[in-house]
């Protein structure tokens, strides 16, 4: 009877175990992050050569987004976001030449670049500290761009285009845990997509430049907030 009983205590605590290292492997966690900061644009995005046919002449601008990641095993899952981004363009000078030899300095005003998207990818996670984790995404999606509108003496000289493109994202941010479901979230990615934009110039300049330009957008987004795991 004593090695029976004992038998069946092995049996039971053994199973036990199976059953809780099951359910850890089983176990699927859900996290949602909404976050917002500045965003710095970079190589020709941030350009101000006027020489430089890509120069996007884009300012420091912000970030604003929701994260959400799925984990369906302790070190991977699946990620998604929503994005929107806007900055403001500096002023341009060019000189031209209109019906004489001697060229003008002409100042275009420029107001802002901004664009919205989703995206999608694999995630890698991993406890670097109790109540804290580290995320690692790898995104690909789509998103939608708007170029400035060009102002020349209070007159719109080229009208704002916007842009579906292919995105690329990818970056790394941080969970810190409050002790409950919520959690302070820090992240760091860069983005890049390259859209084609047409241009309407103002009549009488459309032979000034091409009608459609290719725009490389690369910005790298340092932000923060506050997210719930469930």
């Known amino acids: 009877m004593k090695k029976l009983l004992l038998m069946t205590l092995v049996l039971l605590v053994s199973g036990a175990m199976l059953a809780q290292g099951s359910k850890e492997t089983r176990v699927t966690k859900s996290v949602l ?35 959400y990641g799925y984990q369906f095993h302790k070190n991977a899952g699946i990620a998604a976001g929503v994005f929107f981004n806007k900055y403001k363009a500096s002023n341009v000078t060019i000189e031209i030449i209109d019906g004489g030899e001697i060229p003008e300095l002409v100042d275009l005003e420029l107001d802002n670049w901004q664009f919205y998207g989703i995206t999608a990818g694999p995630m890698l ?75 309407n110039y103002l009549e009488g300049y459309e032979d000034e430049a091409p009608d459609r330009i290719k725009q490389k957008i690369s910005v790298l987004n340092l932000t923060g907030g506050i997210g719930i795991k469930f």
């Open 33 to 67: 992050a909404f976050h917002a900061g500045p965003s710095f644009p970079m190589g020709d995005f941030k350009d101000n050569n006027i020489d430089n046919e890509e120069a996007g002449f884009a300012k420091t601008g912000f970030t604003a987004g929701i994260n």
């Open 125 to 199: 996670t991993f406890d670097l500290a109790k109540n804290i984790a580290a995320d690692l995404r790898v995104m690909g999606g789509i998103a939608n761009a708007k170029t400035p509108t060009i102002v020349y003496e209070h007159t719109v000289a080229a009208e704002k285009d916007w842009s579906v493109a292919p995105v690329i994202q990818g970056g790394l941010n941080l969970r810190i845990g409050t002790g409950s479901n919520l959690f302070i979230f820090t992240g760091l990615d860069y983005l890049y997509m390259k859209p084609k934009f047409t241009v």
